[in-house]
């Protein structure tokens, strides 16, 4: 802010107090208090006699009315009274009893005398009526007496005296009651006739004082709006100023004496200029901002000044948002630098992890063939062990044939044994028998000569056969000794057999689980020649992405570089760490420091 700008708001505040503290002046509030004031009297007048006229029009209203009402009884009394009459005559005619009031008190007429004797005093011309039918009516019902006791003795001299005496003054009477009756009409229209003239000139009073209060609203608020639309008419043409520009607003001091008549007035005008002096304040920061200076204060003039209050805090956003992107361009710049150095880094590890990936595959692939020509040969011999196994299988079964026939042999020797020895026996008593013979022969003497001849042939045929049968029963048991023997070795080769089939079973198994182990290997082998393809992608990938990492961290710099080029135009607060920013212009302020360091403190223990 300049010096002309210092002066120019102390002659403004000086002006507006000047305006403020002017006692003489006259207010808006007090001049249409008194405009009302001024119309709520004629307004109050108007009600007043608007109350008055009502009040005299209802009283002659209620007069007429009342006429009317005695109009109305007075008729009904006449109905009475002719009634009274038919009844009488009846009574006469027919010797009937009469039903009707013999008293002249308590008649329908008598009644309606005793009952408007009040309303008779205020009019004469009524009570003279009344006066000249009173005596003519004690009269009749006194004859009405005479003649209803005549009537029980002879009816034709009653109704004589009934048609020529009685019934005229009868008559007479009833005339007297309708001219009553006409007085009361006529008293009725008089008074509604002269209650229409006082409603006429009534409305034209009220006429009269309505246009006169019409008239004095128009001139006053004429002059009321004269007075409040010049200055308003003012502030707008100042509005219409202030939205082509504030540097385009004006004021003059003496149009603002001249048209700041009224306190309001010269506080509406006190209030926008003060508008325009902060807008023009806040045009300033903004044009500073604008120019790149986010040093420039923003002074909040109250708490409902949303305008200042939001402009303060854009102006601190924007320092703290454009400091803080220089720290980020900073850490871009040298993460960029880092990322480089691990881009170079990754380049390399990429060239030396693709030669290592070339000889991990030759090598599987060596493996891969060992693996196969594995397999190859565990189909061999699994071949040749099946073929074996099958052999061994056929042996089997032949040493158990051979074993089978040993046992048979074994079988048939001992029965030959049990032959042997049943001819064994027979040699033994045949030799038995052939001594018995030699015997008998030696005691007959000559003639058992050649039966003793058979008799030793016979023997020594036994002995033979004797002889023969131990022989044979020799080489027999030896035979058997020989098949039990072979037995038992068929017995221990057919075990033999059997164990070799087991161990060749699991031989089999085992070579079996090498070709499985074999296959899988194989498809191992081929998954890992997969994944080192892949590997060897993935290699080349990193090392493209290096590359292009490398350039776009090179991009980065040059972008950070233009960001902290960009940001030199722009001067930022100069904040001192751990203490709160004072402006220069606050910079002699203690209450603004004090405050402003309470404040501080206070948002860095709510951060904590």
């Not at 005559?89 to 008649?107: K, V, Y």
């Not at 019409?214 to 509005?239: D, E, F, H, Q, Y």
């Not at 001091?253 to 509406?268: K, W």
């Not at 001192?576 to 004072?582: A, D, L, Q, T």
């Amino acid at each position: 802010m300049n010096i002309q700008e210092g002066d120019k708001k102390k002659n403004g505040r000086e002006w507006r107090l000047k305006m403020r503290h002017n006692k003489k002046e006259k207010t808006i509030r007090s001049q249409i208090l008194k405009g009302y004031l001024l119309l709520t009297g004629m307004m109050v007048v108007l009600v007043a006699l608007s109350c008055l006229f009502f009040e005299l029009i209802a009283a002659n209203y209620g007069k007429a009315s009342a006429f009317q009402n005695q109009q109305y009884e007075a008729q009904k009394v006449i109905a009475a009274h002719y009634q009274w009459l038919e009844q009488l005559s009846d009574s006469i005619t027919t010797g009937s009893e009469f039903e009707g009031s013999l008293n002249p008190d308590t008649c329908a007429l008598g009644k309606w005398i005793d009952n408007s004797a009040a309303d008779l005093e205020d009019y004469p011309e009524l009570a003279a009526v009344i006066e000249e039918i009173n005596k003519p009516h004690d009269e009749i019902h006194s004859e009405a007496a005479k003649l209803v006791e005549l009537a029980k003795t002879n009816r034709d001299e009653a109704y004589e005296q009934y048609a020529g005496v009685f019934k005229p003054k009868v008559v007479n009477i009833g005339k007297g009651l309708n001219k009553i009756s006409d007085i009361y009409q006529e008293k009725a229209e008089q008074i509604i006739k002269e209650t229409r003239q006082g409603v006429l000139v009534s409305v034209l009073i009220l006429l009269a004082i309505g246009l006169g209060a019409s008239l004095a609203s128009v001139i006053l608020g004429r002059r009321m709006a004269t007075r409040i639309s010049k200055p308003i008419l003012a502030v707008a043409n100042w509005s219409e100023q202030l939205s082509a520009g504030v540097d385009n607003l004006r004021f003059d001091a003496e149009d603002l004496q001249e048209r700041g008549n009224a306190s309001e007035i010269n506080r509406m005008i006190s209030s926008f200029r003060e508008m325009a002096d902060n807008i023009r304040e806040h045009v300033r920061v903004i044009q500073k901002v604008a120019e790149g200076d986010l040093t420039a204060y923003v002074d909040i003039r109250s708490e409902g000044d949303s305008l200042g209050s939001g402009l303060y805090h854009m102006v601190q956003n924007n320092d703290f948002m454009f400091a803080r992107l220089l720290e980020i361009a900073d850490t871009v710049a040298d993460n960029a630098n880092q990322i480089a150095d691990s881009a170079q880094m990754l380049a390399e590890s990429s060239t030396s992890q693709a030669g290592a990936v070339e000889q991990l595959s030759d090598t599987v692939q060596n493996a891969d063939t060992l693996a196969a020509g594995n397999a190859e040969n565990a189909s061999g011999v699994m071949s040749l062990i099946k073929g074996m196994n099958h052999e061994i299988l056929e042996g089997q079964d032949k040493m158990e044939e051979l074993l089978e026939a040993v046992q048979g042999i074994e079988r048939a020797s001992e029965n030959i044994s049990v032959v042997m020895k049943s001819i064994n026996d027979i040699a033994f008593q045949t030799n038995i028998l052939a001594l018995n013979a030699a015997v008998e022969a030696a005691r007959a003497g000559s003639a058992g000569k050649g039966f003793a001849v058979v008799a030793d042939e016979v023997r020594n045929l036994a002995l033979k056969s004797q002889e023969a049968a131990e022989q044979s029963r020799a080489l027999i048991e030896n035979t058997i000794t020989k098949a039990a023997k072979g037995g038992n070795i068929s017995q221990q080769a057919s075990e033999t057999f059997q164990s070799i089939v087991d161990r060749i079973k699991q031989i089999e198994e085992r070579i079996g689980s090498i070709d499985d182990a074999s296959a899988r290997q194989q498809e191992l082998m081929r998954r890992i020649n997969e994944e080192i393809g892949r590997i060897s992608s993935a290699v080349t990938e990193n090392a493209a992405t290096s590359e292009h990492t490398a350039a776009s961290t090179q991009q980065m710099n040059a972008g950070a570089a233009q960001i902290k080029l960009a940001m030199d135009r722009f001067q930022l607060r100069k904040r001192e760490p751990g203490k709160p920013y004072i402006p220069p212009e606050k910079a002699d302020d203690k209450e603004f420091i004090e405050l402003a360091t309470r404040n501080f403190y206070a948002h860095a223990q709510k951060k904590d």
